[in-house]
């Protein structure tokens, strides 16, 4: 009984705490995008604008709660939550530290990517729902973007599951004591980021809102807080991919020593994933996107070809015995 | 660079460039077709600038434009303007002016000439064949005529209102019709006339010739704009679609009308030079030179040299400025967020320099009649010394960042092109035309105001793509700054302004010494100037293409009639014939890189 209301205070401390992180990587995000683009960035609300959030929070529960007349209401209203979620969710699976962690589920990694795919419904529905033309359009390149990289995804961290035997994200990261996995898995990690950026429709993939040709796309018809979910959720896929690729690849909590020594474990684990956001932000400030089907196709003639040789060369290293 | 420097300008050299007519163009005319009466302009119309002129009888245009465009050897491949005079109020009238005019301005690349066409017109039968079947681009000028004037083009294929809405009664250029709110009943908007408005912007894909389905597809129309983020400014573009690739697609222009053609009736000639700096509103003082030009023309002003070289300055400035923004924006469009915040802060520092010469940024209405407000500020070649110097490596960063990125050219190469004889027919000139690999530029091709003296290229591309149009004017920016640079070692001493009663203001210095000055000082600086009766063009390669003014002065201290020519007016009608086939994000790139300013289409 002990331990399930301890796993519920945990569940609660991790959710209470990602929600807050994803709302201050926005002010992050448009800090050290300011700086990288010469300009200072919001830097008003409280030191160095570290509230911009809190007001931005303050503004969006603020604003009328709106449902276009023209759209499907529950769905409209069902979508964000939808968005939102699915990728809390995914932080179940997640271990933060050797005692962290809300569930050690065996079948961790699959977990995830179920709910990674459930997590494009958000986007679908909500361009669906919207009943306008730019959201219809930005849900139709989701649905066919998220479709397809979620298929290079799944292939490019198998792997990891064949070097580590295992589904389960904690004895992934227990498996890379002696060396990290991105050693030899750095093709597939490299296929993971990009199917990440893809997942997450970041720049240079934000093809689904992308608003200089579809206004804001799936979440044109948004506002207030159903927006905010969509942002918030945009914000915590950034941090699962960031958390996912350390996990995989990176070693999780892992350090090798002496610098294992020099700080707690959730430290290493943060600076790490904090590395990756950043990853994310800079790509985000410095690069174009590509056309729609420019897009696809670079997925199918090189991601897919990249993420199968990837498998097949681990199997038959592994096979052979060298690694 | 340094090679320019030691080269000495002199503008003493410069000669106007003058129109070649060798060979009298009425006699080559009538040598294909003996019917044509061409008859030459009169003394009285007073036209000042070189441009041969003549007067058709109505029945007789198609006849003559088939000659023009078809017939004659080294045709009129380029329809310049088409534009209409209300002449009913016109007290120095030519023996052949009537009630209408209607004026047809066209161009012969290969002979570098120009020819003007006049039609006259009687209030009674305002109707007029169209040349549609000869240029394409006429389309849209014999459009603006019918919204303007009223004067109808039979067999036009559209013949609608562009840029006065649909429900707009009677035709805002004609005399008759006031140019003044005062002059007119207070604005109400009944509930009838409400429903009125509301009924027209329904949506219907027939009235704008586009058809809902075909025998595989039901389309879908996507309404792009007025407000859109991509297309810069109020313009919408109505979208037939089949998925995300555009079938067809149907510019809708006009609702960033002022009404600056009617404003030049009611400004005098001094004060409305401001109003010329909101046309191209990112073109600054640009705008204000082919204005001034041409009234220095109609009053035989000489500018001094030391103007001649700060004008020409100044308006590559701009030039850089207008580029800067269209290279930032265009990377916008396709995705990049950060170059447009680097280019700011270069445009920034330039514009800190106007600010220092003129006292504003953007708008500094600085040309004046006659010369310029004022001479430079001390210490102004160290300013422009120190941004000459600066901006090259910085364009050398944003050559890796945006020109060199590979999925820039992904995204642009081969997007949007067309060739140099569509640009033509379409009237598609500057960056646009040269980026076809056709070099044209009226600053080399017809020097004003001194440009032969400079040493500078003409950037040219060859696709016409997207990119090839984003490359000319990158490089365009590098000549810019050589022209500054060699505007900077070769300042002329002198005068800013001439020494002419009709500048503006005119010279002060002499009034309190005799009557004789006093008295029009005193009337030119109270009423205006009053410019000789005639007609003129003058045209300038502005930022985004050629700019010119067609002045009409009956006499007055105000215009008679004030034609603007844009260059985007042009670009914007090509629309069609460029999305057709695109994806959505092609046509983001595309209007992205065809550059204009709604402004300066809608005037």
Same mark, same amino acid.
């Given at each position: ?323 | ?136 681009? $006429?389309?849209?000028? &014999?459009? @603006?005529? +019918?919204? =303007?004037?009223?004067?109808?083009? !039979? #067999? ?43 009924? $027209?912007?329904?949506? &219907?894909? @027939?009235? +704008?010739? =586009?058809?809902?389905?075909?025998? !595989? #597809? ?386």
């Amino acid at each position: 009984m002990l331990e399930v209301i301890w796993k519920l205070i945990e569940m609660t401390i991790i959710i209470a705490l990602l929600i807050p992180i994803a709302a201050m990587l926005v002010w992050v995000e448009r800090r050290m995008i300011g700086i990288w683009q010469d300009r200072l960035g919001p830097n008003r609300v409280g030191p160095f604008g570290i509230l911009q959030s809190m007001a931005d929070l303050l503004k969006v529960l603020g604003k009328e709660d709106w449902i276009p007349p023209f759209s499907d209401k529950v769905v409209f209203v069902l979508a964000p939550v939808i968005a939102a979620v699915t990728v809390l969710m995914s932080f179940a699976v997640v271990p933060f530290t050797p005692t962290i962690g809300v569930s050690d589920l065996n079948i961790g990694l699959l977990f995830f990517l179920a709910m990674t795919s459930l997590a494009v419904y958000g986007v679908v529905l909500a361009g669906w729902a919207s009943n306008s033309k730019y959201a219809l359009l930005g849900g139709m390149r989701a649905a066919a973007q998220t479709v397809s990289y979620e298929v290079f995804m799944g292939l490019s961290v198998m792997g990891v599951v064949l070097l580590t035997g295992s589904f389960n994200l904690r004895e992934i990261v227990l498996a890379q004591q002696d060396g990290w996995l991105i050693q030899t898995q750095f093709l597939g990690f490299f296929v993971f980021l990009i199917a990440g950026i893809a997942e997450s429709h970041r720049l240079p993939f934000d093809l689904p809102e992308a608003e200089t040709e579809l206004t804001a796309g799936f979440h044109t018809e948004y506002s207030g807080l159903k927006f905010a979910l969509f942002f918030l959720g945009e914000y915590l896929s950034v941090t699962l991919i960031s958390t996912m690729s350390v996990t995989l690849f990176f070693g999780g909590w892992l350090m090798p020593e002496p610098l294992a020594s020099w700080l707690p474990p959730l430290v290493w684990f943060i600076l790490k994933v904090a590395f990756f956001v950043m990853f994310f932000i800079l790509l985000r400030t410095s690069l174009p996107r590509p056309r729609f089907d420019q897009l696809l196709s670079f997925g199918w003639l090189v991601m897919l070809p990249l993420a199968l040789f990837n498998l097949l060369a681990t199997a038959a290293l592994r096979l052979a015995g060298i690694i | 660079m340094t090679k320019d420097n030691s080269q000495k300008i002199n503008l003493a050299n410069s000669k106007n460039w003058q129109m070649p007519n060798t060979l009298p163009i009425a006699d080559e005319i009538t040598a294909i077709n003996a019917q044509l009466l061409l008859t030459p302009v009169t003394a009285v119309e007073n036209i000042v600038d070189d441009i041969p002129s003549f007067w058709l009888a109505k029945d007789q245009l198609s006849a003559l434009m088939q000659v023009l465009r078809h017939e004659l050897d080294k045709p009129f491949d380029f329809c310049f303007d088409i534009t209409a005079i209300d002449e009913t109020e016109r007290n120095h009238k030519g023996i052949n002016v009537i009630d209408f005019t209607v004026s047809y301005h066209l161009r012969s690349y290969e002979r570098n000439q120009d020819i003007r066409i006049k039609i006259a017109l009687t209030a009674k039968d305002k109707h007029l064949n169209s040349v549609c079947a000869f240029w394409a681009n $006429a389309n849209w000028y &014999e459009r @603006e005529i +019918w919204d =303007m004037f009223g004067i109808v083009f !039979d #067999n036009h294929p559209y013949l609608t209102r562009i840029l006065m809405p649909h429900t707009w009664q009677g035709h805002p250029l004609l005399k008759t019709h006031p140019a003044r709110a005062t002059e007119m009943e207070p604005f109400t908007l009944p509930t009838y006339q409400q429903d009125i408005e509301q009924q $027209a912007l329904q949506f &219907e894909p @027939e009235k +704008w010739g =586009m058809k809902r389905q075909d025998k !595989d #597809n039901d389309f879908m129309f996507l309404n792009l704009g007025p407000n859109h983020p991509s297309v810069h400014g109020a313009f919408r573009i109505v979208l037939q679609m089949d998925g995300e690739e555009i079938v067809d697609c149907v510019p809708d222009i006009g609702y960033h009308h002022r009404g600056a053609e009617k404003m030049g009736e009611r400004q005098s000639w001094h004060s409305y030079i401001p109003y010329t700096d909101r046309i191209d509103y990112l073109g600054g003082v640009m705008n204000n030179f082919p204005y001034v030009m041409a009234v220095e023309k109609l009053a035989g002003i000489t500018v001094p040299d030391r103007a001649k070289v700060i004008r020409i300055m100044t308006s590559e400035m701009f030039r850089i400025l207008s580029h800067l923004l269209f290279y930032g924006t265009f990377a916008q469009d396709i995705g990049a967020l950060s170059p447009i915040f680097y280019m700011f802060i270069d445009r920034e520092k330039l514009f800190a320099i106007i600010e220092a010469f003129t006292g504003a940024r953007m708008h500094p209405s600085w040309f004046r009649i006659g010369g310029i407000a004022s001479d430079l500020p001390k210490g102004w070649d160290k300013l422009v010394r120190d941004f000459v110097e600066y901006l090259p490596a910085r364009l050398d960063i944003y050559e890796k960042m945006v020109m060199q990125n590979s999925l820039i050219k992904l995204r642009s190469v081969d997007v949007g092109a067309y060739t140099a004889s569509e640009a033509i027919e379409w009237g598609v000139t500057g960056p646009g035309l040269r980026a076809t690999g056709y070099s044209w530029d009226l600053r080399k091709q017809r020097p004003y105001s001194g440009y032969d003296q400079f040493d500078f290229e003409i950037p040219t591309g060859n696709k016409g793509d997207c990119y090839d149009r984003c490359r000319v004017r990158v490089d365009e920016m590098r000549e810019s700054i050589r022209i500054i640079k060699q505007c900077l070692e070769n300042m002329p001493e002198g005068p800013v302004k001439a020494e002419h009663p009709q500048t503006t203001p005119p010279d002060k210095s002499r009034t309190m010494v005799d009557i004789d000055t006093l008295i029009p000082h005193f009337v030119n600086v109270s009423w205006g100037p009053v410019i000789p009766a005639g007609e003129v063009t003058m045209a300038v390669e502005a930022t985004k293409g050629i700019m010119a003014y067609h002045l009409i002065s009956d006499g007055n201290t105000m215009s008679y009639r004030t034609r603007i020519r844009t260059p985007s007016f042009a670009h914007l009608q090509m629309l069609p014939l460029l999305s057709r086939g695109q994806m959505v994000a092609d046509l983001i790139a595309t209007l992205g890189s065809v550059d204009y300013v709604m402004a300066d289409v809608d005037r």
